[in-house]
């Protein structure tokens, strides 16, 4: 059942966080308290960084995601997918630790698996988008400094 490595289950485990504090409109934050009640072995550095970090990212987040995604607003976007982003792109930014390709296999790979026929290919682009040259964030060093404050690694 643990087949999966490690850090895709919490990825796998950080998106049912993210998805359902999105469905449910709740604060992230108070549903990870929750699922970590139940699920204990998910409180790790990792998932906290992760969960946390998209917590008090998301108003930006949202902004690069909307600005790079054509003809779609973030609520037309598919639960899955929107929240998959959110969670690539902070990883990208601000997990300096995390190589970028794997951020965006990591991301392709469970819209694939969890998301629509499309979504692999939608996440790819989004993420393509936002990394590009143009935009100035082909690095996870690009963040401000202002940006950076708060993650601690």
Known sequence: MNS?????????????????ADLLERKIK?????ELEHKKEFRTDFVMSLVEGVAEKKE?????????????????????????LRMAIYEILFMEDIPLKVSINEAVELAKTYGTDESGR????????????????????????????????
Not at 4 to 19: A, C, E, G, S, T
Not at 126 to 133: D, Q
């Open 30 to 34: 108070d549903v990870l308290t929750e």
């Open 122 to 153: 939608f996440v790819n682009g989004i993420l393509g988008n936002i990394i590009s040259p143009e935009n100035g964030l082909s690095s996870p060093d690009s963040g401000s400094e202002q940006e950076r404050d708060g993650h601690d690694q």
């Open 4 to 20: 999966l490595p490690k850090r895709h289950r919490q990825r796998k485990f950080v998106l049912d966080i993210l998805y359902q």
């Open 60 to 84: 930006y987040i949202d902004d690069l995601i909307q600005e790079s995604s054509r003809n779609w607003s973030l609520e037309r976007m598919s639960i899955v997918d929107r929240n998959i």
